[in-house]
């Protein structure tokens, strides 16, 4: 099992950054996919970023280019940069990691962006 911890969420104005972190309970090297969701009110949980154990990252089309995913194996940690930040960005985000028997969720962390 692992538990996921999220912080670095909060308000900002359009435009601005926040940096999200996910703190994993354990090493992260073993796990294949460790990836960002978010759920705006009233939408379904969608998929904005994600990076492989080897190093491939995807990102959803809505971010690409503002986003950026990193993961810390070290510091057991995943990463969301995130810049230019829009109206459509606010949302709960959680972090995942695509692990046996999970997968695994945080407990979210709360970004929204005023104009």
């Known amino acids: 099992q692992v538990q996921l911890v999220e912080s670095g969420g909060g308000l900002v104005q359009a435009g601005g950054s926040l940096r999200l972190s996910c703190a994993a309970s354990?090493?992260?090297?073993?796990?294949?996919?460790m990836s960002w969701y978010r759920q705006a009110p009233g939408k379904q949980r969608e998929l904005v970023a994600a990076i492989t154990n080897g190093g491939t990252i995807s990102y959803a089309d809505s971010v690409k280019g503002r986003f950026t995913i990193s993961r810390d194996n070290a510091k057991n940690t995943v990463y969301l940069q995130m810049n230019s930040l829009k109206l459509e960005d606010t949302a709960v985000y959680y972090c995942?990691?695509?692990?046996?028997?999970?997968?695994?969720w945080g407990q979210g962390t709360q970004v929204t962006v005023s104009s």
């Open positions: 354990r090493s992260i090297g073993s796990i294949a996919v």
């Open positions: 995942n990691a695509a692990s046996f028997p999970g997968p695994y």
